[in-house]
C-alpha cells in the first residue's frame, strides 16, 4: 500500500511560481509512475502531468505545456510540481498519483492518490 502525501501550497500573485512536492511511502517507489491531477469547485478532476518510472518521459496537459515542470528524485521517493506564470484558472487542489503504469495515469486509473494540497492564485 503506497501512502502519498502532498506539500508546498499555497496563495501567490498570478504570474508568480510555486512548487509542489509529493512524498510517497509504503512501497519501492522507482516502480512507480507519478502523476499531478486538479480540481478546482464545481469542476472535474483535471490531468495536469506524468512522469515515468526512471523520470525520462515527462507528459503534460496543453494547459500547462510550457509553465509547470514534473520531476521526481527516487532516492527521496518524491515527485515535484514546479509550477511558473502561475494564472487564477491555476486555482485547484493539487493531487499526486501513482501506478505501475504512466499510461494508466494518465487515462485517471492510477491506484493511489494523496489528500491535496491547495493552491490558490490570485489576480
Known amino acids: 500500500q503506497v501512502q502519498l502525501v502532498e506539500s508546498g501550497g499555497g496563495l501567490v500573485q498570478a504570474g508568480g511560481s510555486l512548487g509542489l512536492s509529493c512524498a510517497a511511502s509504503?512501497?519501492?517507489?522507482?516502480?512507480?509512475?507519478m502523476g499531478w491531477f486538479r480540481q478546482a469547485p464545481g469542476k472535474e478532476r483535471e490531468y495536469v502531468a506524468a512522469?515515468?518510472?526512471?523520470?525520462?518521459?515527462?507528459y503534460y496537459a496543453d494547459s500547462v505545456k510550457g509553465r509547470f515542470t514534473i520531476s521526481r528524485d527516487n532516492a527521496k521517493n518524491t515527485v515535484y510540481l514546479q509550477m511558473n506564470s502561475l494564472k487564477p484558472e491555476d486555482t485547484a487542489v493539487y493531487y499526486c498519483a501513482a501506478d505501475m503504469s504512466v499510461a494508466r495515469i494518465m487515462r485517471y486509473e492510477y491506484d493511489y492518490w494523496g489528500q491535496g494540497t491547495q493552491v490558490t492564485v490570485s489576480s
Open positions: 509504503g512501497g519501492t517507489f522507482s516502480r512507480y509512475a
Open positions: 512522469i515515468s518510472r526512471s523520470g525520462s518521459n515527462t
